[in-house]
């Protein structure tokens, strides 16, 4: 039986995915909601729908047989791939991996929960705590949605007076339904780097004071003597 691999997404990034998979001897089931993208042509298969629902291409890849799943690029479509990967038990992230690798905020929750070193973040639902979480976190800032890629809504923040339009931005990118009226605010990397490395260079400074100085109990010793 000929090996079938569903590849999530026919624009022109997965058309390389495609060709290779069939010069292997595989058999390429392409879901993408768009005919006229290229890879749509290519397919040994075309599943004319949204590679966004999940439960919809788990339904396509068991009625294909499918020997295993691959996007490349589409961050959203990993989130589909392992929904797929975990139903069918195939290679690959299962469904809360690849939600959390996809998904910034959960990222950085996870990061956070993990106790990982990151840049300090805040989460806002609206204009106003947009605008509280950027005066908390101070400037330079990135406003961003939680989802998406390509920096797509996203935006470099200098003062305060620019939050209210990146907020409005970053909202209107967003593809995840449970993510709608949500904007990721964290401090540009640039910026916490700088800061990182100043705090580490003060306690440097600290650190070969103290070892330079006697401790209190050589101070005793000696005055004893």
């Not at 590679?51 to 047989?65: P, S, T």
């Not at 890629?149 to 449970?178: H, K, L, M, N, Q």
Request: aromatic share 4%; hydrophobic share 45%; net charge neutral.
């Amino acid at each position: 039986m000929t090996p079938t691999l569903m590849i999530l997404g026919a624009g022109p990034e997965q058309v390389p995915l495609i060709r290779a998979a069939q010069g292997a001897g595989v058999r390429a089931v392409v879901v993408d909601e768009d005919a006229n993208r290229p890879g749509a042509a290519l397919a040994d298969v075309h599943a004319h729908f949204s590679l966004m629902d999940a439960e919809r291409c788990i339904e396509a890849a068991r009625e294909q047989r499918i020997n295993g799943v691959a996007t490349t690029v589409l961050s959203l479509g990993v989130r589909t791939l392992g929904a797929v990967a975990e139903a069918l038990d195939l290679p690959g992230l299962r469904r809360e991996s690849a939600y959390a690798v996809t998904d910034k905020i959960a990222m950085r929750e996870r990061l956070a929960a993990g106790g990982v070193n990151s840049v300090p973040f805040r989460v806002a639902r609206s204009i106003e705590e947009a605008q509280a979480a950027a005066a908390e976190l101070g400037y330079p800032l990135v406003i961003k949605p939680p989802d998406g890629s390509g920096s797509r809504g996203g935006r470099v923040v200098a003062g305060p007076e620019s939050v209210a339009a990146a907020y409005t931005d970053a909202v209107a990118a967003i593809r995840s339904p449970e993510r709608d009226g949500c904007a990721l605010l964290f401090l540009s990397t640039q910026f916490w780097s700088a800061r990182a490395a100043s705090v580490h260079e003060q306690m440097s400074k600290i650190s070969s004071v103290t070892a330079r100085t006697p401790s209190s109990s050589a101070k005793a010793s000696c005055a004893h003597k």
